[in-house]
C-alpha cells in the first residue's frame, strides 16, 4: 500500500465530513501548483491529506499508519505541520516551516496550500480568520 492510500483511509476514518473536505481542497491545490518539483508531488499529496489529521483528532502517525508505508521522513513533516496552538505562536510556527524548507520542502508546499484555501473558503472566512492568515503569509514568503 502506497503512503498516498494510506493517509486517505486514515483521512476517512479520523477526519468529520468538513476536515475531509478541506483536505482534499489542499491536495487539490498541492497538485496543480506547477512550482513543486515532480519528485515532490507525492510526498505533498500525502502530506496534504493528512496535515490536520494530528492537530485536530485522535490520530497518532506512528500508531496509526501501516507498517508497510511507515516513513519516517514523513513522520517529521506531519510534526512540523502539527502545531501545539498553546504553546506556539502562530508567526514563530510559520517561521519554523520556511526555516525548514531546505529539509523538509513538502511542509512548505502544503502549508501555502492550506492557507490558501482558508483564505479561499469566504463561506466560513471570518474577518478575524482572514487578518491571521493575511497577516501570517508574510512569514512564509
Known amino acids: 500500500m ?4 494510506a493517509a486517505i483511509k ?16 489542499v491536495v487539490a491545490y498541492v497538485a496543480e501548483n506547477n512550482l513543486i518539483p515532480k519528485d515532490m508531488k ?3 499529496v500525502a502530506l496534504a491529506i493528512m496535515h490536520d489529521l494530528e492537530e485536530d483528532t485522535s490520530f497518532e502517525y506512528f500508531r496509526d499508519i501501516d507498517e508497510i508505508c511507515y ?6 513533516c506531519i510534526c512540523l505541520l502539527t ?5 506556539v505562536p502562530y508567526e514563530d510556527y510559520l ?5 525548514k524548507y531546505n529539509s523538509y520542502p513538502e511542509v512548505y508546499w502544503v502549508k501555502i496550500a492550506d492557507m490558501k484555501d482558508h ?11 482572514k487578518e491571521k492568515y493575511l497577516k501570517a503569509l508574510p512569514c512564509l514568503l
Open 95 to 99: 517561521s519554523n516551516i520556511k526555516d
Open 119 to 129: 483564505l479561499s473558503e469566504t463561506d466560513t472566512l471570518t474577518n478575524t480568520l
Open 10 to 25: 486514515a483521512a476517512k476514518k479520523y477526519y468529520n465530513k468538513e476536515n475531509y473536505y478541506h483536505a482534499m481542497r
Open 2 to 5: 502506497n503512503i498516498i492510500i
Open 83 to 87: 502545531r501545539d496552538k498553546e504553546v
Open 42 to 44: 507525492e510526498k505533498c
Open 71 to 76: 516513513d519516517t521522513y514523513i513522520e517529521n
